[in-house]
C-alpha cells in the first residue's frame, strides 16, 4: 500500500474521477465509497452501488504507484495483473469470497481506453459459502491499468455478478472512462 495518498481532484457531479481517470455514474450509483488506499494505487476515487446490506459494488480509479524497492512501475499486464491479484485478496473481500472460492471467466488482454493502451484483467469470483449474502453469491473483479499522459492510471472493482444490472453499470463505466490529463 503506497504511503501518503493524496486526494483526487474534486469530481464533476455525476463523475468519479482518480488519477488520470474519470466515469460517469450510471442511474443508481452515487451511494459514496472512500477508498483511503488500494495496493499500488494513490489518488484515489470511487463511488458504489449497495448489494445488501454491508456489500456494495465499487468501482475505484486512481494513479498506479510502484515503489523504487519493488523495481519501479513493471509495465501495463503486469501492473494490472498485479493490482487484480491484491484487490481480489484484501481482507474486506476474502471475507466474503473465501479463502478458495471459484473462478471463472478468467481474461486478461490488451484493450483501449479513450485511445490510449491499455490491459484488462477480469474473472467472476464464486464465493465459498454461497450463503453469506442472501441476493449474491459471486462477483466479478477487473483490473485495467491505462497508459495516461502523466503516467498509467488504474480502475479496480468488484461489481455483484449474479445483479444483471450491476454488470451492465460495469460495463458502461468501461465504456464512460476518460483519460483526463
Keep these: 500500500m503506497p504511503e501518503g495518498t493524496e486526494a483526487p481532484e474534486p ?49 475505484n480509479l486512481g494513479r498506479v504507484h510502484y515503489p523504487e524497492e519493488e523495481g519501479g512501475y513493471p509495465g501495463l499486464e503486469s501492473a494490472a495483473v498485479a493490482i487484480f491479484q491484491c484487490y481480489a485478496t484484501t481482507s474486506g473481500v476474502v471475507s466474503h469470497f473465501g479463502e478458495n472460492p471459484e473462478v471463472t471467466d478468467y481474461r486478461s488482454e490488451v484493450i483501449t481506453v479513450d485511445g490510449e493502451p491499455a490491459w484488462i484483467v477480469q474473472a467472476t469470483y464464486h464465493f465459498e459459502d454461497p450463503e453469506v449474502l442472501e441476493t449474491s453469491s459471486a462477483s466479478v473483479v477487473t483490473s485495467i491499468v491505462v497508459e495516461t499522459p502523466n503516467g498509467p492510471s488504474a480502475l479496480a472493482s468488484d461489481v455483484a455478478a449474479d445483479q444483471p444490472e450491476h454488470v451492465q453499470n460495469l460495463e458502461d463505466i468501461i465504456a464512460s472512462l476518460d483519460v483526463i490529463e
Design 11 to 59: 469530481s464533476a457531479p455525476g463523475k468519479v474521477r482518480g488519477g488520470g481517470l474519470e466515469y460517469t455514474n450510471p442511474d443508481g450509483w452515487g451511494d459514496g465509497w472512500i477508498a483511503h488506499s488500494l495496493p499500488y494505487m494513490t489518488d484515489v476515487g470511487a463511488d458504489s452501488r449497495v448489494v445488501e446490506g454491508s456489500w456494495y459494488s465499487v468501482v
